[in-house]
């Protein structure tokens, strides 16, 4: 079992910056596969960002790709979101996500574990 904690979400003006972790609690974390997703009210959870357990990859959703990074930091059990130039349309809650097995990181099915989210509001 792993459990994932997010933190660093706020309300942010457009154009601002953020940045998201995820801390998670199994001493194994460098072996997952972590994942970044959202969903706004009345839409479903869409990926945003993941990066794989080694010799990381690096995938971006269109919508994000050159304002969002992910990275981890396997010593700190952490992964992180780092969001620049917040547009009103990235408010969302924002989910991390482990899984265990490589494959699709852009569907919701690949991951095992999921955090209960932070919010992010980007005020026009």
């Known amino acids: 079992q792993v459990q994932l904690v997010e933190s660093g979400g706020g309300l942010v003006q457009s154009g601002g910056s953020l940045r998201l972790s995820c801390a998670a609690s199994?001493?194994?974390?460098?072996?997952?596969?972590m994942g970044w997703f959202r969903q706004a009210p009345g839409k479903e959870r869409e990926f945003v960002a993941a990066?794989?357990?080694?010799?990381?990859?690096?995938f971006y959703a269109d919508s994000v790709k050159g304002r969002f990074t992910i990275s981890r930091d396997n010593a700190e059990n952490t992964v992180y979101l780092r969001m620049n130039d917040l547009k009103p349309e990235d408010t969302a809650v924002y989910y991390c996500?482990?899984?265990?097995?490589?494959?699709?990181?852009?569907?919701?099915?690949?991951?095992?574990?999921w955090g209960r989210g932070t919010q992010v509001t980007v005020s026009s």
């Open positions: 996500a482990a899984a265990l097995y490589g494959g699709n990181y852009y569907s919701t099915s690949l991951y095992d574990y």
């Open positions: 199994r001493r194994t974390f460098s072996r997952y596969n």
């Open positions: 990066i794989t357990n080694s010799a990381p990859r690096t």
